[in-house]
């Protein structure tokens, strides 16, 4: 069954500094994987997608993640927070090419000046 | 396109009622599915439908529950004597390509 962990509910960074949300998944088979962000009384928005192309993927607002098969990793970088990168952030993973997706649990991003 | 559309944004209902949520999906999509997103929760996935053909339900769908989408257009999504553990939010999704999901703002659900 397949099933995705995101580590820590809450992540702060200060304006300008390394975003990282972690997030492990489980899958019986190759998944896709996928990362959206969800901003207050807004539904969600695709980030990036992995579906078995480039172990780096590179999505909107300057948001990357790498797929590490060997870790089942699928972690959320940006090089430089912004205020407007403050929501929640969720990780999830299909192994029926996204049909039925399964989330995390989110991780909210707080980002201070 | 505007996007995903879902009426009512809030509702709120007495236990016991019987509620009904629709979706509005973007235009060209044949694909959408509804999902349910608890307070401090991902959302779940409740369903999904190609066309008119609902082609999967997850357990968490009890015999309360009911979804239709009539022509493989818009679709409503029915819960029969609510209870309070049924207060959420429900998320509708829209989608050409099942990987690329564009979802709706959601419907607020609070049942007293």
């Known amino acids: 069954a397949q099933s995705v962990t995101q580590l820590g509910s809450h992540v702060s960074v200060s304006e300008g500094a390394l975003v990282l949300l972690r997030c492990n998944y489980s899958?019986?088979?190759?998944?896709?994987l996928f990362w959206y962000v969800q901003y207050p009384n807004q539904g969600l928005q695709l980030l990036l997608k992995?579906?078995?192309?480039?172990?780096l993927v590179k999505g909107i607002n300057g948001f990357e993640a790498e797929f590490k098969k060997s870790e089942t990793s699928f972690h959320l970088t940006k090089p430089s927070a912004h205020m407007s990168d403050a929501a929640e952030y969720f990780c999830a993973v299909s192994d029926d090419g996204g049909f039925k997706t399964i989330f995390g649990a989110g991780t909210r991003l707080f980002v201070k000046a | 396109d505007t996007g995903v559309s879902q009426d009512p944004r809030h509702k709120i209902t007495k236990r016991g009622q019987n509620v009904t949520f629709r979706c509005d999906p973007i235009?060209?999509?044949?694909?959408l599915y509804w999902y349910r997103q608890t307070l401090g929760q991902g959302p779940e996935f409740l369903t999904y439908f190609q066309n008119e053909a609902q082609l999967e339900k997850s357990r968490l769908l009890s015999d309360r529950f009911s979804a239709e989408r009539p022509k493989g257009s818009f679709s409503t999504l029915e819960i029969q004597r609510t209870e309070q553990g049924d207060s959420a939010m429900y998320l509708c999704?829209?989608?050409?390509?099942?990987?690329?999901?564009?979802f709706g703002p959601g419907t607020r659900l609070t049942v007293t």
């Open positions: 899958s019986s088979v190759p998944p896709y």
């Open positions: 235009s060209e999509h044949n694909r």
């Open positions: 992995y579906t078995s192309a480039a172990t």
């Open positions: 999704a829209s989608s050409l390509d099942p990987s690329e999901q564009y």
